[in-house]
């Protein structure tokens, strides 16, 4: 699996953008998915992760109702919707793929084994 991630720029705080994640390969539609984002200095973080089927989802706490994780298989692409972004939100984006039949998430970057080049998000305060 390949992953392109796009979406990323400079916004205000209190703003929204949308990432978006296209995968090739015929096993994204197999694959749980994950956002991790990385700040300077800092660990890569899980942002927010689906399950293949999109039936689970998974948020970390900082961005739990202003975040949302999406994915259209028919398009091999996933999504994440962010509203009302802080400076704190500032950070590379990822996004990751693992192929598995698991039902639930993945929120460790290790359990994934596909990983996008990343896109940089700013958020001006």
């Known amino acids: 699996v390949q992953l392109q991630a796009s979406g990323g720029g400079l916004v205000q705080a209190g703003g929204s953008l949308r990432l978006s994640c296209a995968a090739s390969?015929?096993?994204?539609?197999?694959?749980?998915m994950g956002w991790f984002r990385q700040a300077p200095g800092k660990e890569r973080d899980i942002v927010a992760a689906?399950?293949?089927?999109?039936?689970?989802?998974y948020y970390a706490d900082s961005v739990k109702g202003r975040f949302t994780i999406s994915r259209d298989n028919a398009k091999n692409t996933v999504y994440l919707q962010m509203n009302s972004l802080k400076a704190e939100d500032t950070a590379v984006y990822y996004c990751?793929?693992?192929?598995?039949?698991?039902?639930?998430?993945?929120?460790?970057?290790?359990?994934?084994?596909?990983w996008g080049q990343g896109t940089l998000v700013t958020v001006s305060s």
């Open positions: 689906i399950s293949w089927s999109g039936d689970s989802t």
């Open positions: 390969g015929r096993t994204f539609s197999s694959s749980a």
């Open positions: 990751a793929a693992r192929s598995s039949s698991y039902r639930g998430t993945y929120v460790y970057a290790r359990a994934y084994n596909y």
